[in-house]
């Protein structure tokens, strides 16, 4: 709302106006509010895994493994999104890129909604059109979908959790076989959805499983168990390899 407001006051075509009211203290400290939540928020979460760990029989050591295989697999996907988001601080400003790309990380929905907002505004992400206007119109509507993200998880994780209860109670072992499924489903949606997008993608998702399934082999090796840990991250990064000498070597998309 306050975007909007100052959008109003003093619209503008020119990309630095619109980087200015990007950059505005009060959204920075909107930014780093939303960032003070998210560590406090994982303290608590970690300090829950604590006390729950001797119930579920993890001792200190499993669980100390477990925060700091978690912490070294996000290193990958965080600087897949490091690279994307650098690439839109020009048009986004630092404290919407922050919030909207850091937070909820979908790079895909915040982009394509933020298209079609401005479009809205008959306005072009970058071009000419592109004032502050189209800029609060779009951020707001970035914004908007974020919480409707998190309003529905706050909503269903609730009621789902009450048919994971009862599932249990039916049949133990189906809960350990759904949650399994149910990601392995949307990995593979995921990477398929890749193939027909060109060469690019091809090779790189192929170069990520090699690299993922070569670390998994290579970790049952006496002495190399880290790599369970190190595993994702060194995938994700040779799969960036890989897509940056595919697209240097002028392979385009498929016909």
């Known amino acids: 709302m306050i975007a909007v407001a100052t959008a109003s006051a003093a619209p503008s075509a020119d990309p630095n106006h619109v980087l200015s009211l990007a950059n505005t203290p009060v959204l920075w400290i909107c930014a780093l509010g939303v960032f003070l939540v998210i560590v406090i928020q994982s303290v608590i979460y970690m300090g829950a895994a604590r006390k729950a760990a001797p119930s579920v029989g993890m001792s200190r050591q499993e669980l100390n493994l477990s925060f700091r295989t978690g912490a070294i697999a996000a290193i990958g996907p965080s600087l897949a999104v490091v690279l994307v988001a650098v690439a839109l601080l020009a048009l986004f400003g630092t404290p919407a890129t922050l919030v909207r790309i850091g937070l909820i990380g979908s790079v895909q929905f915040e982009t394509a909604a933020a298209s079609i907002a401005a479009g809205t505004a008959g306005a072009e992400l970058g071009g000419p059109s592109y004032d ?17 993200w998190m309003l529905s998880t706050l909503i269903l994780t609730p009621l789902l959790k ?84 595919a697209s240097s070597a002028g392979l385009g998309p498929s016909a």
């Open 132 to 148: 502050q206007q189209a800029f609060a119109i779009m951020f707001f509507a970035m914004s908007l979908g974020g919480a409707m």
């Open 162 to 245: 009450k048919g994971e209860h009862r599932m249990a109670k039916v049949n133990p072992a189906l809960m350990t076989v759904v949650p399994a499924a149910a990601l392995l489903g949307a990995f593979l949606s995921l990477g398929f959805a890749e193939i027909p997008k060109g060469s690019v993608h091809l090779i790189t998702l192929a170069a990520s499983a090699v690299v993922m399934g070569a670390c998994l082999l290579l970790a049952k090796v006496p002495g190399m168990g880290w790599l369970r840990e190190w595993g994702l991250g060194i995938a994700i990064l040779l799969g960036l390899l890989a897509a940056f000498l």
